[in-house]
């Protein structure tokens, strides 16, 4: 802030006003609040999924272009017919604080440091603060989603855990389930592990966020699980709000990103001169 005379910039694209997304938009518009961030939210119209998707580009490459935004995060589920690729396509990768652009993927993938997606990032600080050992463990990651599931079965195989990724057509996820010691459940399914199919000690992770009788509930069943695992985190409470801290800390090392490529910029410019 006293270096570049403003607070960082984020904003927060929501595509068709879904009640879970203006939550979520209250959420990380507070955080921003809280600890100074300039958040912004883009609301994005349009009649039907065609008309959603030329907004949507149109609003990102606007935001790409805006020098008082330094993170852009696009508010998912999309509407239906609206594509992910529509993102994907149009976000700038020094703007990709979720980590959703092809560039941010493949240096993931390729084991070197670029934006990983929050929610992945905030999983893996949670299995950390466990005080598991992720080295050598038998992990079982529930969902293959691009933005959960499949980035942080990358990111334990890149810390050496043994990982099985699991999914709807899976077979015999409780057996699989039993093997772990850490086990991540990001599918969107209350319920859908109980603390019987756990192994004792076992880590585990609830990413998943449901509405259920008009309350927010995860894939876990907590009440089951608790008693079964060594660690395991809370919905409402646990992945969600580290996810927003870790989003905002994404945001300062974009800003930072973005000032050194300036520089870099201008550093060649007058190199040539
Ligand atoms: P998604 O794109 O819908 O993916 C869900 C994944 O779960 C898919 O891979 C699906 O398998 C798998 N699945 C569905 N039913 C299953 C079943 N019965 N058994 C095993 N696997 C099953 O969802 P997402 O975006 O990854 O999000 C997953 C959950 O995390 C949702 O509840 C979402 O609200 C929550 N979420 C939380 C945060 C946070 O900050 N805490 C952030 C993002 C998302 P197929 O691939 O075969 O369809």
New binding site residues.
């Given amino acids: 802030m006293h270096r570049h005379g403003r607070p960082p910039g984020l904003a927060v694209v929501v595509c068709g006003r879904s009640a ?1 997304s203006m939550v979520y938009l209250e959420r990380i518009l507070k955080a921003c609040a809280q600890v100074g961030i300039e958040g912004s939210f883009v609301d994005v119209p349009g009649e039907d999924a065609a008309a959603q998707e030329r907004e949507l580009a149109a609003a990102i490459r606007r935001l790409n272009d805006d020098p008082k935004v330094n993170g852009i995060i696009v508010q ?2 999309l509407p239906e017919g609206v594509r992910l690729r529509t993102v994907v396509d149009a976000i700038d990768p020094l703007k990709d604080i979720d980590g959703i652009h092809p560039l941010n993927a493949g240096l993931l993938r390729l084991g070197y440091e670029g934006f990983i997606p ?2 992945a990032h ?1 999983a893996l600080e949670m299995i950390h603060r466990s005080g598991a050992t992720i080295r050598g463990a038998d992990a079982v990651v ?8 499949m980035p942080l079965a990358f990111i334990l195989t890149k810390e050496d855990a043994s990982v099985t990724v ?5 077979r015999d ?1 409780p057996d699989k389930v039993k093997s772990a010691d850490l086990v991540v459940v ?4 209350p319920g ?1 592990v109980t603390g019987d199919m756990l192994k004792g000690g076992a880590v585990v992770i609830d ?4 509405v259920v009788d008009g309350k927010i509930v ?2 876990v069943d907590f009440d089951s699980a608790e008693t079964v695992a060594s660690a395991i985190t809370p ?1 409402p409470g ?3 709000p ?3 801290a870790l989003l905002l800390s994404h945001l300062m090392r974009a800003a930072q990103r973005q000032d050194q490529a300036k520089a870099d910029h201008a550093g060649r410019g007058s190199t040539s001169a």
């Fill in positions: 879970p998912m589920p929050a929610t905030a529930i969902g293959r989603s691009p933005v959960v599931g699991c999914h709807s057509k899976t996820l990001a599918a969107g399914v859908l990413v998943g966020i449901n995860g894939d919905v646990g992945v969600g580290l996810t927003n």
